[in-house]
């Protein structure tokens, strides 16, 4: 069964605008960890953010914010303030275990295009 | 500067020879190291975890006699692809987590092509 599922292939924004790029999981296990990645078209995989399934706030990083919901299985990135150089694939990833041991599994990826 | 470094970014071989991929973790001691493979417009499949000391853990469907992997010491894993053939081109990237839970870096990846 697949844990990770992106609904969204492709995205566009409008430069300047704000973007929510969604993303929902399963999991059975109560501790787990929730990434995001963008990769460039150069292929290199860039760290946005990181959601612990035991933090009480949403995690924020700069123009990056995910929003946690819980019950619903959900870990949404949502980019404020789009810029030209956001165009990118976008990973959402899940950990079961919250020890670096623990594989991380990738959904599908959202294309994401912003435009001037 | 990046802390998890792979080599060669890029590979070009004949078929039916076999490549070798480092990873190295360049800061911090990393006992469990992956590997993914990536396939054009496609996402990170995992191929298999790489463990210091230990033989490495397969995910079903990844052949362990075609992909060898080798966790030699704390800061390095390979990935050798035995008798490459076209359908093995790809891209390979591996990662290795640090200490805090959101700590994961992943190297810059090797794009190999098999003529």
């Known amino acids: 069964a697949q844990k990770i599922t992106q609904t969204q292939p492709g995205m566009f924004v409008q430069e300047k605008e704000a973007v929510t790029l969604d993303c929902t999981y399963d999991?059975?296990?109560?501790?787990?960890?929730l990434f995001w990645y963008k990769q460039p078209s150069s292929g290199e995989m860039i760290f946005l953010i990181y959601q612990g399934s035991y933090d009480q706030q949403n995690a924020t990083e700069g123009r990056y914010s995910l929003n946690f919901q819980k019950a619903r299985k959900s870990a949404n990135l949502v980019i404020s303030a789009s810029q030209l150089g956001d165009s990118a694939m976008y990973f959402c990833a899940m950990r079961e275990g919250v020890d670096s041991s623990y594989k991380l599994i990738f959904g599908s990826g959202t294309r994401l295009l912003v435009r001037p | 500067g990046a802390v998890v470094s792979q080599h060669p970014s890029w590979v070009i071989c004949k078929s039916g020879t076999s490549v070798k991929i480092e990873c190295r973790s360049l800061?911090?001691?990393?006992?469990?190291m992956f590997w993914y493979r990536q396939f054009p417009k496609q996402s990170l499949m995992l191929m298999a975890t790489?463990?210091?000391?230990?033989?490495?853990?397969?995910e079903q469907g990844v052949e362990k006699d075609k992909f060898l992997i080798n966790h030699a010491s704390l800061t390095l894993s390979t990935l050798t692809v035995t008798s490459a053939h076209p359908e093995d081109s790809s891209f390979y990237i591996c990662s290795a987590g640090g200490i805090r839970p959101g700590e994961l870096f992943f190297g810059e990846g090797s794009r190999l092509t098999v003529l």
């Open positions: 800061d911090f001691q990393a006992t469990t």
């Open positions: 999991t059975s296990d109560p501790s787990y960890g």
């Open positions: 790489s463990n210091e000391g230990s033989k490495a853990t397969y």
